[in-house]
């Protein structure tokens, strides 16, 4: 589904583009653009139609769209992504619960940063896992934490054992790289303000620490390729559970220039 997003979103960006200087540019003349029949564009410009992975490539080739954005969007459709068949009764030491990519409109759901810590400490040994004790280890109310765990079970990120207890369905889970999704900005605008409500506790329970270096802007991708390797090695080590581990840590690093691109002639 997400692709489907991706082309209409593209679609819509172009006719806005074109008719910031043309404002007589209609939705008839970009589907003569991409050679669709107007009726065709018109519904997908509302969502109502999808398209094919063939009829995608077609349509960003006409519109000469950057080879980076035409891959990004091309990468998106399902063939690429295969889940292996999810087991009633979870076993994260099992080969087969490999971890799964969240559609946008999944994502969205369970975008708020309780639904992660709950599926982490949904791990530990030895914690009491009822809503009520979960809210008061993570100070939210027990409605909240209900809310969150009907959502995860919705998306079969957990499901009930045989004694009734919430268990976890898959090893990892991931989001489009990236991509800019309204609902993806909100979880990181949602982890930054934790992250400012955090920093008053003692520095033996926190880290915050930061690096301002220079770069060439084309060396972005390799340290983007960094940091995802780190991120790699953080979850392998968070997927080990240690003998009485007993708290849910979150870990977020951010990447973000301090000065304005001299490509489109700002100055600081």
Do not use: C
Request: proline fraction near 4%; avoid cysteine; charge should be positive.
């Amino acid at each position: 589904m997400e692709e489907q997003i991706l082309i209409q979103k593209i679609l819509q960006r172009k006719l806005v583009e074109v008719q910031a200087v043309n404002p007589k540019f209609s939705v008839r003349a970009l589907a003569k653009k991409i050679q669709m029949q107007p009726s065709a564009a018109n519904e997908i410009l509302k969502g109502k139609r999808r398209v094919s992975k063939k009829n995608a490539q077609k349509i960003m080739d006409l519109l000469k769209l950057d080879p980076s954005e035409r891959n990004l969007v091309l990468s998106t459709f399902p063939k690429v992504l295969i889940r292996k068949k999810r087991v009633q009764s979870p076993n994260l030491s099992n080969p087969d619960l490999i971890g799964i990519k969240l559609k946008s409109q999944e994502f969205e759901l369970i975008s708020d940063w309780i639904h992660f810590a709950l599926l982490s400490i949904l791990k530990l040994k030895d914690v009491d896992k009822d809503p009520k004790a979960l809210g008061q280890r993570f100070g939210m109310a027990t409605e909240k934490i209900s809310v969150a765990l009907a959502n995860l079970e919705s998306l079969r990120l957990i499901v009930k054992d045989e004694e009734g207890f919430f268990q976890r369905t898959q090893s990892g889970i991931n989001t489009s790289d990236d991509v800019m999704d309204l609902s993806i900005q909100k979880a990181h605008l949602n982890t930054l303000e934790l992250a400012r409500k955090k920093i008053s506790l003692p520095i033996k329970d926190r880290d915050y620490s930061s690096y301002i270096f220079n770069i060439n802007k084309k060396a972005l991708p390799k340290l983007k390729e960094h940091i995802r390797r780190f991120q790699d090695e953080m979850e392998a080590i968070g997927e080990d559970v240690p003998e009485g581990a007993n708290e849910v840590y979150q870990l977020s690093t951010y990447l973000f220039p301090l000065t304005n691109s001299e490509e489109e002639g700002e100055v600081l």
